[in-house]
């Protein structure tokens, strides 16, 4: 005769070890792939130069787009959305098109020490001259009867900052280009166009030449 003790026993439900070890393992699993893909899938928005910017430039906010990039710990470098003030900041060194803002290369104030000048090229511009680039700023003293002194270099390794194009122009002759140059060299470069010298930009050689 059945006792109700093993009745009981033979009604309970027991467990293999094995299958409740599987169980913990594939929750694990998920829990790692749901993480893997929650990191991937971490983008922070940054702000990305529109166009190539060049030192002693103020930027604001429209000046930049953004853009969301996966970073990781090196998001702390980069000038993350929403992160200008409100009278922007001072790009200290050059920034290219499309490059994203590292936070080191923007100021609060200008400490570049540079000066922009605007100087009327005299005839077509050589290849290559657009913001960014660096030219040589070679200037001849004009003397009696129309001629020049030999041409000296004024500023070497200026940086363009700019191509002005005046409207209604059919080619490149008259054109006038912004130059970043030392503080200590306006007043010469201004006394040059001041007197009618001839100033020429030569694309500089790059020291790796």
């Keep these: ?46 702000y990305v130069a529109r166009e190539t910017l060049t030192p002693g430039t103020r930027i604001q906010a429209d000046d930049l787009a953004t853009e969301s990039v ?4 090196s998001g702390q470098h980069y000038l993350a959305a929403g992160g200008l003030p409100s009278d922007g900041l001072v790009v200290a ?42 030219v040589d700023v070679w200037t001849a003293k004009q003397v009696e009867r129309g001629g020049f002194e030999p041409p000296t270099v004024l500023v070497p390794g200026a940086e363009i900052a700019g191509v002005i194009e005046s ?19 306006v007043a010469a470069l201004l006394g ?3 007197t009618g010298d001839a100033i020429d930009l030569v694309p500089a050689r790059s020291t790796g030449e």
């Design 1 to 46: 005769m059945t006792t109700r003790r093993e009745r009981g026993e033979r009604g309970a439900i027991r467990l293999d070890p094995r299958l409740i070890i599987g169980i913990v393992l594939i929750a694990g699993s998920t829990v790692g792939v749901w993480t893997l893909v929650s990191g991937l899938d971490d983008g922070v928005e940054v």
């Design 70 to 73: 996966r970073l990781g710990g």
């Design 93 to 134: 060194r050059t920034i290219e098109a499309g490059e994203l803002v590292p936070t080191a290369a923007v100021d609060e104030v200008d400490r570049t020490g540079l000066a922009t000048v605007v100087v009327p090229s005299r005839g077509p511009l050589p290849a290559g001259i657009a913001a960014g680039a660096r």
């Design 167 to 185: 409207e209604g122009m059919v080619s490149t002759a008259g054109v006038s280009v912004e130059i970043l140059i030392p503080r200590e060299k």
């Design 192 to 194: 040059a166009l001041a």
